[in-house]
């Protein structure tokens, strides 16, 4: 693969939505191609190179920030990112789209409904956040500014996993919201 054509898929959704299912799910697809991807996974980046961050609005700007900074590296490097965050402002994720560049970059809108988020609630943060136990959590106490015009939009309550990567792989359409 050349470095020209390497992409970024960047799923941004609620927590919860199955941002990193679905991407470890098309990483997964995209090396079965012979292709090479890497997930960008926004709480595996917390734990790391970005644990000195917070969860206000400049912290939160400069994790997608670092993060596209990653996929950048990494398309200019032949290699296909797959990125997993929450990124909740619209600004930080233009200002991440305009880094990689928006015509290798795509924006997948993980639309799982916010009820859903909560029933599945992996991690106990939207346990933790109704009960006052935790603070700016995105979808209860923070905004989630969903993309207004995304490459594509996906409801995991109502497509599997397998078609949501064909569609990311395809980049067609929209599933039924």
């Known amino acids: ?22 991407a470890q799910a098309l990483a997964a697809a995209l090396r079965e191609r012979g292709e090479p991807a890497c997930v960008i996974d926004g ?14 609005e400049a912290s939160r700007a400069e994790n997608v920030r670092r993060a596209a900074h990653m996929a950048q590296l990494l398309n200019a490097n032949a ?10 402002a619209s600004a930080a994720r233009a200002a991440a789209y305009a880094t990689i560049g928006v015509e290798r970059c795509q924006e997948i809108h993980v639309s799982t ?5 909560e029933q599945r609630d992996p991690k106990g943060l939207y346990a933790k956040a109704r009960a006052n136990q935790l603070t700016q959590m995105t979808g209860i106490q923070a905004a ?7 490459a594509l939009r996906i409801d995991t309550s109502v497509i599997d996993v397998g078609q949501a990567v064909e569609r990311m792989l395809n980049g067609v359409g929209s599933t039924p919201e």
């Open 79 to 88: 290699i296909h990112a797959v990125v997993a965050m929450v990124s909740p």
């Open 43 to 56: 709480d595996e980046l917390r734990t790391g190179l970005c644990k000195d961050l917070g969860f206000d």
């Open 144 to 150: 989630y500014e969903a993309p207004v015009a995304p």
């Open 113 to 117: 409904p916010l009820e859903i988020c």
């Open 1 to 22: 693969m050349k470095p020209e054509t390497a992409a970024t898929w960047w799923l941004t959704g609620l927590p919860g939505s199955g941002k990193t299912t679905l």
